[in-house]
Each structure stands twice: as structure tokens, then as C-alpha cells.
């Protein structure tokens, strides 16, 4: 696609690059970051390119560090991220040029460039096509960069099974593994867990609440501290309960810490639609797979209510 051609003619444009992704990083996220920045220094290893943000993620567990200086007249990348307030360094606005690489549905535009597709169960499958283009034969994919993306298509996408998977995937997955990454290896570090989290999981499953095909998981701050967890890492065991024949929706909710309010993660099966819920109470992502947050009390029940009111829409609809 000639849109794709962009991000390589901004690169070779600028000496110094800026690569950002959302708070709350995901493999997703993390994946494109350091699977773009590999790229670059594999190709380009005159320019200065760095991950910035403020948090970490488990996998990938660094960032690095720049001066506001490092900015200016610097391109910045924002990956994986809908939304301005999202991004995890609001000064990805102090560069000179800014391009955006996303696959949630375009609800603000904070970018000078945009290459969106929503259909995408990844952005890192995106980005392996855009860096497999023609345009790009002369500045190969490294394994390093493959295999932080295929991370993330792993993690987005939960071992290729998601809605919006399909051959595109497939073939996306199957040039990276091309490049000679241990596609077993990857798999273990990605979604092997430590007994702690085992136990931890098994846990939360005694807490859920089910009704009429709704997996429901409030944790209020007194259980999380006796877990010795955030309200973030809650969230990111949304996936725990997504195997269950019974679940159509399931969604976990957690004191975020701020006087009552309530972080979440919502999840669905296909044909029973998250997105539209999450919009109305301050978050978004897509059909089957979106996030909220400041929830009050109140909202977090209106929120239960909606979902299994959309249980009802869809089978209705069958």
C-alpha cells in the first residue's frame, strides 16, 4: 500500500526517533515498540532511536531515557493507541512530526500521519506487513525484530485464536518465522507463568460472579492488598477467563486506588459487542476486547446491567 511507504520515507527523514506506545503497556504494545526501534537500529544504525514511557512491561521489562531536548526536531511514533491521553509520554507533542500506527477505531486524531486499520487483531501484524513491503526489501526484518513481533501477535491475539484472526495473519506470522525465531521459546516466555500467578489465578476464580453468561469480577482494595496486586495487574488476568464454554462476556474490575473509582478490562465472544459499553463509561477498544476506567461505584454496576443486557441483544439476534 502506497500509505505504508511513509513510515519509511519519515525515518530516513529524521536523525532522531521517538517511539511511543499506551499506558498499561501490553505485549501489543510493547511488541511494535521494540520491534520497530530493532528495525531501525538494524538498518539505520547512524539515528538515534529510543522507546520512551513511563511504565513497564513484565516481558519486555525496560525503557529508555531521553531529555525533553531529545525531542525537539525528533519524529515520533505512536503505536498501539487510540487516543492522546493514552499515549505514556505526553511529549511525543514536543516532536516535529508525529505518525501513528494503530488498529483500534479512530476516535481522535493527534497525529500528522495515520495508518489505521481496525480490522487488525494486532498491531504488530500490521507493522510486519508494512516493514515486509516492497518498499522496504532493502532494509530486511532481523530476527530480533521478528521475534518482538510475533510477541505480540502471540499476546494480542491469545496464540492466534482471537476474532480477526485469518490467512492474512497466518502469513504475516509465517514471514517472521522465516527469520529463524524459536517459535517454541517464544510461546513458553510469553505465556508461561511463575507459580505465584498460578495460584493467584486460581484464586480470582473463586471470586467471580456468573449470571446468564456473564463472567463478573469486582476486587475492592482490601483484596487486592491481601493478593499483593494492583488494580492493573487484575486487568491483565481478564484472558484467565476467556476459555470457558459458558462465558460469552466476561469483565474484571478493580479499585484503581483513586477514592472509589474502578479500573476494567472487558472481554466477549463473537457477536456479543464490549466496545459501545466501554465508550460510555470513559474507555473503548474493540468489538470483543475494550477497556474502562474512573468507574464510580454506581457506574460498575450500570456496567454489570449493560452487559448482560447485551448477552440478551446478541442471542436474541441469533
Given amino acids: 500500500m502506497q500509505g505504508y511507504a511513509k513510515l519509511l520515507e519519515l525515518t530516513k527523514k529524521y536523525e532522531k526517533i521517538a517511539v511511543f506506545r499506551h499506558t498499561h503497556p501490553d505485549g501489543d504494545a510493547a511488541g511494535s515498540q521494540l520491534g520497530y526501534k530493532s528495525w531501525v537500529q538494524a538498518n539505520f544504525p547512524e ?11 513484565d516481558i519486555y521489562p525496560y525503557v529508555d531515557q531521553a531529555e525533553d531536548e531529545f525531542l525537539e526536531g525528533a519524529l515520533a511514533v505512536i503505536l498501539d493507541t487510540s487516543n492522546s491521553a493514552r499515549v505514556d509520554d505526553a511529549r511525543f507533542r514536543r516532536a516535529a512530526e ?49 521475534a518482538y513481533l510475533y510477541s505480540g501477535m502471540l499476546t494480542d491475539t491469545l496464540n492466534l485464536s482471537t476474532p480477526g484472526c485469518n490467512g492474512r495473519t497466518m502469513r504475516a506470522a509465517a514471514r517472521l518465522a522465516d527469520t529463524g525465531i ?40 482490601p483484596q487486592l492488598q491481601e493478593m499483593g496486586i494492583t488494580s492493573n495487574d487484575a486487568k491483565n488476568m481478564i484472558a484467565e477467563f476467556g476459555k470457558v ?74
Fill in 245 to 318: 464454554r459458558e462465558f460469552k462476556i466476561w469483565a474484571v474490575v478493580a479499585d484503581n486506588g483513586k477514592g472509589g473509582l474502578y479500573d476494567g478490562s472487558l472481554r466477549s465472544k463473537d457477536g456479543y459487542l464490549v466496545n459501545g459499553i466501554a465508550s460510555r463509561h470513559h474507555g473503548g477498544g474493540h468489538d470483543q476486547a475494550a477497556g474502562i476506567k474512573d468507574l464510580t461505584a454506581e457506574e460498575v454496576l450500570l456496567l454489570k446491567e449493560e452487559l448482560l443486557a447485551e448477552i440478551k441483544r446478541a442471542e436474541s439476534a441469533l
Fill in 182 to 221: 524459536d517459535l517454541s521459546a517464544l510461546s513458553v516466555r510469553m505465556f508461561d507463568v511463575p507459580y505465584a500467578e498460578f495460584d493467584l489465578r486460581t484464586k480470582l476464580r473463586t471470586l467471580i460472579e456468573f449470571q446468564d453468561g456473564l463472567c463478573f469480577l469486582r476486587l475492592e482494595t
Fill in 47 to 57: 539515528k538515534d532511536v529510543r522507546a520512551l514511557g513511563f511504565e513497564t512491561y
Fill in 98 to 146: 508525529v505518525i501513528r500506527i494503530d488498529h483500534h477505531p479512530v476516535v481522535e486524531h493527534f497525529e500528522d500521519i495515520l495508518i489505521c486499520e481496525p480490522e487488525r487483531p494486532s498491531v504488530c501484524e500490521l507493522l510486519a506487513d508494512i516493514l515486509s513491503e516492497e518498499a522496504y526489501a532493502e532494509y530486511p526484518l532481523t530476527q530480533e525484530s521478528a
